[in-house]
């Protein structure tokens, strides 16, 4: 079957095309500065599997339903397509970001859920509304292909209360759904799933297993799974809470934010702008949300971008052994993403001294760039848990989920 995985932002379309019976991916492509200035400077990228040239359309886009034409005339290009003709697009699955505490898995795209959607864009005004509107630009172009929403928080809805419920008045959860939901679900159940395959095969069965993922890209998140359940994540009501990010603080004093308001008059919109898009790796080094320009820094000599990276490896290192505390001891530790799969200083730093813990790394294969790209053990020969380095494909566990029910729905 044919699945075309779509992402949406509110000012661009990421989207990916599957076979999704061999797990294949055809083609790939984002479309960005859609609806910026009207949309006169956007860009539509494509590059097919294999291929090591970019197609690019320079096109103007004001809303995300254009950007869908562009990107479905990319696909059906007869030079560089990939597609004979759109109904060769069997389904559709699509990023939603929240699914509040209404939805545990991937779901068939209804009114309903559409309905549902809406509803959670209260608690993710950034996310949910480009989702929506991502939703809304498919039915229209591809009204034959049924759709599927796979969702950021799903994984994280089998925390127990004592992982979600906040220490506020108990009625702000009963009235206003306010406690913790946790995101990148979707990274860290496929990575789990990975881990789960490579601890299986050394003897663990997968209901015994504790692992923790590390999911470290320009957002931060670090989930304990049980059994292949996660039982705590870091990211919280929103993904603003936990581990230092590129430009987000993590976990910070609440007490803060009065102080910010009385003390130096800043406004809500100012005080989200500072902590979600000034803070984190950006806010402590001045020099860059990007951690390869904060290695850049530091080997110029650049104390702040040191400390920042310090700050993240010990934030990391810190949530680690809280979350084997929360397992009763780890059997592995997974790091992925942009930072956790090519970092290997962030992997040494966050994992040292952990011998306590049965965490044992080898140097040798922590830098071995020949392991980069596919999932690798990088721990000791005789290390008790492992530590594991293993790429994520959020866009096939979504066509993955998007075939298998609409396979079922069929
Ligand atoms: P992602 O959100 O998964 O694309 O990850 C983005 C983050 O990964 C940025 O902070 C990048 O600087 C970081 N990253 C990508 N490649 C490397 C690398 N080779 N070494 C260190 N960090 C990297």
């Given amino acids: 079957m044919k699945v075309l995985v779509v992402n949406c932002g509110s000012s661009s379309l990421k989207y990916e095309l599957f076979e999704s019976d061999t797990g294949q991916s055809l083609a790939s492509g984002l479309a960005s500065r859609v609806g910026?200035?009207?949309?006169?400077?956007?860009l539509l990228e494509q590059k097919r599997a294999?291929?090591?040239?970019?197609?690019?359309?320079?096109?103007?886009?004001?809303?995300?339903?254009?950007?869908?034409?562009?990107?479905?005339?990319?696909?059906t290009d007869p030079e560089?397509?990939?597609?004979?003709?759109?109904?060769?697009?069997?389904?559709?699955?699509?990023?939603?970001?929240h699914g509040g505490e209404a939805f545990s898995q991937s779901v068939l795209i209804d009114a309903v859920v559409e309905a549902a959607i809406e509803r959670f864009c209260e608690i993710a005004p950034l996310?949910?509304?480009?989702?929506?509107?991502?939703?809304?630009?498919?039915?229209?172009?591809?009204?034959?292909?049924?759709?599927?929403?796979?969702f950021d928080t799903a994984f994280h809805q089998t925390l127990p209360p004592v992982a979600y419920i906040y220490g506020i008045p108990y009625e702000?959860?009963?009235?206003?759904?306010?406690?913790?939901?946790?995101?990148?679900?979707?990274?860290?159940?496929?990575?789990a799933g990975k881990a789960a395959e490579m601890l299986d095969k050394r003897g663990?069965?997968?209901?015994?297993?504790?692992?923790?993922?590390?999911?470290?890209?320009?957002?931060?998140?670090?989930?304990?799974?049980?059994?292949?359940?996660?039982?705590?994540?870091?990211?919280?009501?929103?993904?603003?809470?936990?581990?230092?990010?590129?430009?987000?603080?993590g976990d910070l004093?609440?007490?803060?934010?009065?102080?910010?308001?009385?003390?130096?008059?800043?406004?809500?919109?100012?005080?989200?702008?500072?902590?979600?898009?000034?803070?984190?790796?950006?806010?402590?080094?001045?020099?860059?949300?990007?951690m390869r320009d904060i290695h850049q820094a530091i080997s110029e000599g650049n104390a702040r971008a040191k400390l920042a990276l310090d700050i993240f490896s010990y934030r990391l290192r810190r949530y680690i052994g809280a979350y084997a505390t929360v397992l009763g001891g780890v059997d592995a530790v997974v790091f992925t993403a942009?930072?956790?799969?090519?970092?290997?200083?962030?992997?040494?730093?966050?994992?040292?001294?952990?011998?306590?813990?049965?965490?044992?790394?080898?140097?040798?294969?922590?830098?071995?760039?020949?392991?980069?790209g596919q999932p690798a053990d990088i721990s000791k020969f005789d290390s008790p848990s492992r530590i594991l380095v293993i790429p994520t494909d959020e866009e096939l566990l979504i066509a993955t989920d998007t075939a298998e029910i609409v396979g079922k729905s069929g």
């Fill in 36 to 42: 910026v200035n009207g949309g006169e400077e956007a």
């Fill in 50 to 75: 294999g291929d090591e040239e970019k197609f690019t359309v320079q096109a103007p886009m004001p809303d995300h339903k254009v950007a869908l034409g562009y990107v479905l005339a990319a696909l």
């Fill in 80 to 97: 560089e397509g990939v597609l004979g003709s759109l109904d060769e697009i069997q389904a559709i699955g699509h990023r939603v970001v």
């Fill in 127 to 150: 996310h949910n509304p480009a989702n929506l509107l991502g939703i809304r630009a498919c039915r229209d172009r591809l009204p034959h292909a049924p759709m599927v929403a796979v």
């Fill in 172 to 191: 702000l959860y009963e009235e206003r759904k306010i406690r913790r939901y946790g995101f990148h679900g979707t990274s860290h159940r496929y990575v």
């Fill in 204 to 249: 663990l069965a997968p209901e015994q297993q504790r692992i923790i993922t590390c999911h470290l890209g320009n957002g931060c998140s670090i989930t304990a799974i049980q059994g292949g359940k996660s039982v705590q994540t870091s990211m919280g009501f929103t993904p603003l809470a936990g581990l230092l990010m590129g430009t987000r603080c």
């Fill in 253 to 290: 004093d609440p007490a803060l934010v009065p102080y910010l308001i009385n003390h130096l008059g800043m406004d809500p919109e100012e005080i989200d702008d500072l902590l979600n898009k000034r803070s984190g790796l950006l806010g402590v080094s001045g020099v860059s949300s990007d």
């Fill in 338 to 372: 942009g930072i956790g799969e090519n970092d290997a200083l962030v992997r040494e730093q966050s994992t040292r001294d952990l011998e306590f813990l049965g965490l044992y790394l080898d140097q040798t294969r922590n830098n071995d760039p020949s392991l980069r």
